[in-house]
């Protein structure tokens, strides 16, 4: 599965594998550079497993729901922290109310809750809002 990125120079919409979401790219149109993912990634369940499969970095998922008004709190945190982590850090959004097989799997019962993931193992598990700061400590 790939996650589809368009090409800042000429718009080309690119196809980049699971396995290099932090790696800089090429777009296969012009040949620009096509940085790291710096944003959060909305995951359906597939593209959920392949990323905390064959990611090569450490992969910070936000577990949340639109109507969560602590997970809308905690939106601009994990944001920054994409930005902030591109290219050593791939940060996926699971929505629990469309996937809620995904959030019983990390046995999440509160939200917002983040889980670290390295190598496909959980190394960090926290429900609640925290500042962008803690999540990026969390990921280095």
């Not at 000429?10 to 620009?32: E, P």
């Not at 550079?33 to 998922?61: G, K, M, N, R, W």
């Not at 577990?63 to 940060?91: D, I, L, N, Q």
Request: glycine share 8%; charged share 15%; net charge positive.
């Amino acid at each position: 599965m790939a996650v589809i990125r368009a090409c800042a120079q000429c718009g080309q919409k690119n196809r980049v594998g699971a396995a290099h979401l932090a790696d800089t790219g090429r777009c296969g149109a012009c040949k620009a550079p096509l940085p790291p993912v710096s944003a959060p990634i909305d995951a359906d369940p597939a593209l959920f497993d392949e990323v905390a499969q064959t990611a090569t970095v450490p992969v910070l998922v936000d577990f949340w729901a639109s109507w969560c008004g602590p997970c809308r709190t905690a939106a601009p945190e994990v944001a920054k922290t994409a930005e902030a982590m591109a290219g050593s850090a791939v940060v996926l959004k699971v929505d629990t109310e469309k996937y809620p097989q995904l959030a019983q799997r990390y046995g999440v019962q509160g939200i917002p809750n983040f889980v670290v993931l390295k190598g496909g193992n959980v190394v960090q598990q926290q429900a609640g809002v925290v500042p962008a700061a803690v999540m990026q400590g969390w990921l280095r």
